[in-house]
């Protein structure tokens, strides 16, 4: 090969890679979905603060921005690191990257209920890879098993979903009254899953930490899911995307969303958050979930009630909603537990 023909190969190489870094710079989730998520209106200021590859260059805050340093003390940049899937926190009793569940012994594809140990009762998904049992006669969300990489029925199987990843195009946009949303740029099937809520596993001491150094200005990402399980016990999971998390914080808050947060268990007792169509969305549309976890928006009286009072007893709490649903409840939820003085339990 001539002297001329590699200085041409290198050149294409190296504009190659280039072209991939600034399409990666240009990618809210930095290379690490199916699917790149770009912000839009383009070339327009102030973008939401990007992520970071883990793997990158730039040296990151090990104290996830919580040292209180804000100049780069230590030669530590405070960054924000983008993870499709949870990661170990501070007080995380379960690192959820481990496989703690055993795989099934499902030879054939795909798995059947009754002979498949993932699938206790029925099929989490139908031929569409719809999850099945969200229409208006569920009550409540079932749980969700998916088979995991110790199972043997392979990855073709009809039981994995939420473990592919992002299928959809989305979009991170500019709202007028709400900051950054996320948005779909396709349409999504009823009961399609959509994108995780992924971000850092915390227990409860540290929630209330970092709750507690937020000023009312500071976004609270900080989410709680509790399942009810058996003998009155009840299962908490904290997750925390501020300072590593994925491109489920941009949801915002509806009143009437079209999607439902459905926790799912692949690899371990670590529930992803996964959220699925609660209807048939259309391109354009922005993609919301109910803040306060309700099963298919539904509430009883007796939690409005406790809600109502929650919100006069803590009035300096209460964020305005801008989600311009009908039913829009004028105020966003919260979860007083989180509130409360440190180390200390919310009885009320």
């Given at each position: ?25 240009q990618d809210v989730a930095r290379g690490l979905e199916n699917f790149a998520v770009r912000v839009w209106p383009r070339g327009a200021g102030p973008r939401p603060k990007p992520f970071q590859n883990a793997e ?230 922005e993609l919301s979930y109910d803040y306060s976890g309700r099963f298919l928006n539904q509430i009883s009286s007796k939690d409005k009630e406790r809600i109502d009072h929650e919100q006069l007893r803590k009035p300096q709490l209460r964020k305005p909603c801008y989600c311009g649903a009908p039913s829009c409840a004028t105020f966003l ?16």
């Amino acid at each position: 090969m001539s002297a001329e023909a590699v200085e041409k190969r290198s050149f294409g190489i190296a504009a190659a890679e280039e072209e991939s870094a600034a399409l990666i710079e240009q990618d809210v989730a930095r290379g690490l979905e199916n699917f790149a998520v770009r912000v839009w209106p383009r070339g327009a200021g102030p973008r939401p603060k990007p992520f970071q590859n883990a793997e990158g260059n730039k040296p990151v805050c090990l104290h996830r921005g919580l040292c209180g340093a804000k100049d780069g003390t230590r030669g530590l940049l405070h960054a924000e690191l983008y993870t499709p899937d949870h990661v170990a926190g501070p007080g995380a009793d379960i690192d959820p990257t481990q496989i703690t569940f055993p795989g099934c012994a499902c030879i054939k594809t795909p798995c059947h209920p009754g002979t498949c140990s993932c699938l206790r009762h029925e099929n989490n998904y139908d031929d569409n890879l719809c999850l099945r049992d969200i229409g208006l006669e569920a009550k409540y969300a079932k749980p969700v098993f998916e088979c995991n990489v110790l199972c043997h029925c392979g990855e073709h199987c009809r039981n994995r979903v939420v473990q592919n990843g992002l299928q959809f195009c989305l979009q991170v946009f500019q709202t007028d009254k709400k900051g950054w949303g996320l948005q779909t740029l396709e349409p999504i099937p009823k009961g399609r899953f959509v994108c995780e809520y992924a971000g850092e596993i915390l227990g409860f001491s540290e929630v209330q930490r970092r709750i507690h150094l937020q000023t009312t200005h500071d976004p609270n990402y900080i989410i709680a899911i509790r399942e009810h399980i058996y003998n009155g016990q009840v299962m908490e999971t904290f997750v925390d995307p501020t300072y590593i998390g994925n491109i489920g914080r941009f949801l915002n808050h509806s009143c009437e969303p079209n999607l439902l947060m459905i926790p799912v268990r692949i690899d371990s007792m670590v529930p992803k958050l996964a959220l699925f169509a609660a209807r048939d969305i259309l391109p354009g549309e922005e993609l919301s979930y109910d803040y306060s976890g309700r099963f298919l928006n539904q509430i009883s009286s007796k939690d409005k009630e406790r809600i109502d009072h929650e919100q006069l007893r803590k009035p300096q709490l209460r964020k305005p909603c801008y989600c311009g649903a009908p039913s829009c409840a004028t105020f966003l939820p919260y979860d007083s537990s989180l509130y409360c003085p440190l180390g200390k339990p919310d009885t009320s």
